[in-house]
């Protein structure tokens, strides 16, 4: 019994020497390790980090759907109104097709050098392009910035890598819900921006007059604040601590791998197109692009419709009523997720808080065609409710499926992993503001048909995505990392 004692105690002190040395002094990666070990609590600083950074990129993708109606009718090339929602959703989608074609480029880099110089890029791209946008004169222009801006903007798939290293991972859902958090606020406050913000020049002339700049580009202000908030996180990120393990002399190399062992290794070096093999981590891509198309669909219809005519079966607001609607969402939303979602997440596991979120947003989607018949204070109760409870949702079943995708694929492969979901999503959204804005475009023509009439037609086919996703989610399909 005593050899077995002194047996035990000998090897509990080989394996703490063995993890002793696995802490290279050079390698930032090691650093935050040994700064994880050391702290106790939540790493509040580097959460801000990751909540400034995710709200960076995710302000802008959305910030333009108040007004992109009123932008398009400005360009003068639409034909009639009814084809000016069809027009807007190109000028949507070529952000995502930018970020489609350079997700996966961006993700093998974050691998290869590091987070810190990937996030350094994407929040400097956001202050060049998304200030070019603000200033376009034409209706190509528009699509070339937000083109450009798309290609540029990796910093989604990286923060999400970074929020999953940087915490223990009794605090990693609780990151990843910060990641989610914050990019959801960003997708409801970033149209707050845009409807709160634009056409000063019409809204506040006390302030700002027709011949001002901001009279003469009346979309460029929302830009510009979100692009001046975007220097700032630039500035901010070179703070920022890197989580990478960079083993570069060749005496750690051999030490890793002796201690490490061949597999572990050559797992490290796996080529990303090795992934693909990885059906855990596939399954829950695929269902995290049926969701996206469903939600970026759902973010520029909501926007056309409430702008939209009560003729049409819209609300009759203006990009400002659509503002206000959406900061209470946002405030709301943050409550929610920083105080509700890590306990809900926590007792539920994230893939039964997926799949309850997919469920419960069907009726609700069900219910917007009807509420465009209430009016006064009734129709305001109504649409933030539904607002507030349709976001709730859909970035808790975002968060869920973010934990999946991280617990699929080691360190080393997190870059890459996160570069190919961001692509496939990419893609997936792509198609979503030009198929959303094409479908209501047509279903404002048909007003008076037998079946589905309608805005009907567009909340019954954006239930349809929702459901398919949630088929997604079970077995057979989709296969659970820990398997």
């Given amino acids: ?62 910030s333009l759907y108040p007004f992109i109606y009123f932008m398009i009718r400005d360009f003068n090339i ?45 929040t400097f791209s956001v202050f060049i392009f998304n200030t070019m946008f603000g200033l376009s004169s034409s209706f190509w222009m ?12 990796s910093l989604l798939g990286t923060i999400r890598t970074y929020a999953s290293e940087v915490c223990h991972e009794e605090y990693q859902a609780l990151a990843l819900s910060i990641v989610s958090t914050s990019r959801g606020i960003g997708l409801i406050i970033g149209p707050a921006i845009g409807g709160f913000f634009a056409q000063p020049a019409e809204k506040y002339p006390q302030f700002f007059s027709e011949n001002s700049l901001f009279g003469r580009f009346p979309y460029f202000l929302p830009c510009l604040i979100i692009s001046i908030y975007s220097l700032a996180v630039f500035i901010s990120s070179w703070w920022l601590p890197e989580t990478l393990h960079k083993h570069r002399n060749e005496l750690e190399v051999e ?35 049926v969701f996206s198309l469903q939600e970026i669909a759902y973010t520029e219809i ?26 209470i969402s946002g405030f709301g939303l943050l409550l929610f997720q920083l105080l509700l979602y ?18 419960i947003s069907i009726p609700i989607l069900s219910t917007y065609p009807y509420i465009a018949t209430l009016s006064g204070f009734s129709l305001l109760l109504a649409v933030n409710c539904v607002s507030l409870m349709r976001n709730f949702l859909s970035v808790s079943l975002v968060t869920g499926l973010f934990i999946l995708l991280n617990k699929s694929v080691g360190q080393h492969e997190r870059g890459a992993a996160n570069g ?52 997604l989610t079970f077995k057979p399909f989709m296969a659970q990392p820990n398997a």
């Fill in 1 to 62: 019994m005593e050899d077995t004692a002194t047996n035990s105690t000998h090897l509990s002190s080989k394996n703490k020497e063995k993890d002793a040395k696995l802490r290279f002094h050079n390698c930032p990666g090691c650093k935050i390790d040994r700064l994880k070990e050391e702290r106790t609590g939540l790493p509040y600083a580097h959460l801000s980090y990751i909540w400034l950074v995710s709200l960076c990129t995710a302000l802008p993708i959305s």
């Fill in 78 to 122: 639409a034909s009639q109104e009814e084809d000016i929602g069809y027009y807007a959703g190109f000028v949507g989608s070529s952000f995502m097709i930018g970020r489609a074609l350079t997700s996966l480029f961006w993700g093998v880099l974050a691998d290869r050098y590091g987070r810190k110089p990937i996030i350094l890029i994407g």
């Fill in 142 to 153: 528009a699509i070339s910035s937000r083109f450009l801006l798309g290609c540029f903007n």
């Fill in 255 to 289: 030490a890793s791998e002796s201690l490490l062992g061949q597999n572990e290794v050559k797992a490290e070096k796996m080529s990303s197109f090795a992934l693909l093999k990885n059906w855990p981590l596939m399954s829950t891509i695929i269902v995290y692009c």
């Fill in 302 to 327: 909501f926007s056309l419709w409430a702008v939209s005519d009560k003729s049409y079966g819209g609300l009759s607001f203006s990009s400002q009523d659509v503002g206000e609607i959406l900061a």
């Fill in 342 to 359: 890590p306990l809900i997440e926590k007792l539920l596991g994230p893939l039964t808080v997926t799949r309850l979120s997919a469920v």
């Fill in 420 to 471: 190919i979901s961001m692509t496939a999503m990419s893609v997936s959204k792509a198609f979503g503001p030009a198929g959303a804005g094409a479908l209501f475009s047509f279903a404002q023509k048909r007003q008076v048909a037998a079946i589905l009439p309608g805005d009907q037609l567009v909340f019954f086919s954006l239930n349809i995505l929702q459901f398919v996703g949630l088929v």
